[in-house]
């Protein structure tokens, strides 16, 4: 049976630790697999922290690799998430040249348009941020390449899970043991 490969978000709570990142990474390469993006940053609990990783996959996939990043010594808890089991977004920030705000006024229409947000402004640049989804964001960039971006960077994939995780109160023993 051929199972279908799918864009699953896989999180990882875990204590923060020197050396985790490459272990986890390790555990992908090891399997071929590519990790689309991946985001790390404190929790809801203090003291410990969630990598976000996106992969496309298949599910079998996806439970090996849960169990294998389940084994190592810092990692609480695993878990992976369709898309359709989530709430997920991305962030961008693009640095264009000034005189183009003022000069081309199509690119005021792609601002208003796109829901960006100038961040700041001042003689030599102007920086735009968007948050939404992959598409938006590689939309607006195609729109903007038109005009020429000094500086492009997208986040990883930010996530929660549409359904209650019983993950708070797992971490709040973890810390108070």
Do not use: W
């Amino acid at each position: 049976m051929n199972e279908d490969i799918k864009t699953f978000t896989i999180s990882i709570y875990t204590e923060n630790n020197i050396g985790l990142l490459n272990r986890i990474s390790a555990i992908f390469q090891r399997r071929h697999i590519n990790i689309e993006s991946l985001t790390t940053s404190q929790s809801e609990i203090e003291g410990v922290n969630r990598f976000v990783i996106v992969v496309n996959i298949t599910e079998d996939q996806a439970k090996k690799v849960v169990k294998q990043i389940e084994k190592q010594v810092e990692t609480i808890r695993a878990y992976y998430h369709t898309d359709e089991q989530t709430i997920f977004t991305e962030s961008c920030m693009f640095k264009i040249k000034s005189a183009l705000l003022f000069e081309e006024p199509q690119i005021q229409n792609i601002i208003k348009e796109s829901n960006t947000t100038i961040v700041t402004v001042n003689k030599e640049f102007f920086v735009l941020e968007k948050s939404g989804r992959r598409h938006e964001i590689e939309a607006l960039r195609r729109d903007l390449n038109a005009f020429g971006i000094m500086q492009f960077v997208r986040s990883g994939r930010i996530a929660v899970t549409k359904d209650e995780m019983k993950i708070t109160e797992m971490l709040l023993a973890f810390n108070n043991q």
